[in-house]
């Protein structure tokens, strides 16, 4: 008896999630659509417009004397694509066991690179309102690229300043 009446209560909850009608501000509000992905069992997100594609880690070709947040470069179907390491980017302590197996593809007009994650959490849509602009914790370049924090805790990365940022891209020529 005890299981039913559980499984109702449940049921009830979810209906009731399910037919709320959202708030004003919320309706009428800017919502994003990010892809959530894991690294150093930390939730990020990037907005999926900026998101050309997400691939399987295979290869990375590792490049001498650039900067240690760039891994290195890999062929996605034909296009070099550099990929980038936010971790060492944003200066995080790596810490812990952490196996990137995925690359995120950026791209914006003429720009493309990739970054690592340990995991793809998929697509979700997310209040703009509700953002939180910062956190005591994110301060020097990381604050650079956030665009929010949600209530639960997933860092928001704005793609638009990733992709236009002149530090991630490393332009050296080598002297003959």
Do not use: W
Request: proline share 5%.
């Amino acid at each position: 008896m005890k299981r039913t009446d559980t499984r109702e209560a449940i049921l009830k909850e979810r209906a009731v999630k399910i037919g709320r009608v959202p708030d004003r501000a919320e309706a009428a509000g800017e919502r994003l659509e990010v892809v959530e992905f894991l690294l150093m069992s930390e939730r990020f997100a990037v907005e999926s417009k900026y998101v050309q594609e997400i691939c399987p880690l295979k290869e990375i070709s590792l490049l001498p004397c650039v900067p240690p947040f760039v891994s290195g470069i890999m062929n996605v179907r034909g296009r070099i694509v550099p990929v980038v390491d936010i971790r060492r980017f944003f200066e995080f302590p790596i810490k812990g066991l952490t196996d990137p197996n995925r690359v995120i593809v950026l791209a914006s007009g003429d720009t493309e690179f990739g970054i690592l994650a340990d995991a793809i959490h998929g697509m979700r849509h997310i209040s703009a309102e509700r953002l939180q602009s910062s956190l005591p914790t994110l301060t020097g370049i990381r604050e650079e690229y956030l665009k929010g924090v949600t209530g639960d805790g997933i860092v928001v990365l704005d793609g638009a300043k990733l992709l236009s940022d002149g530090r991630i891209f490393v332009n050296d020529e080598v002297e003959s």
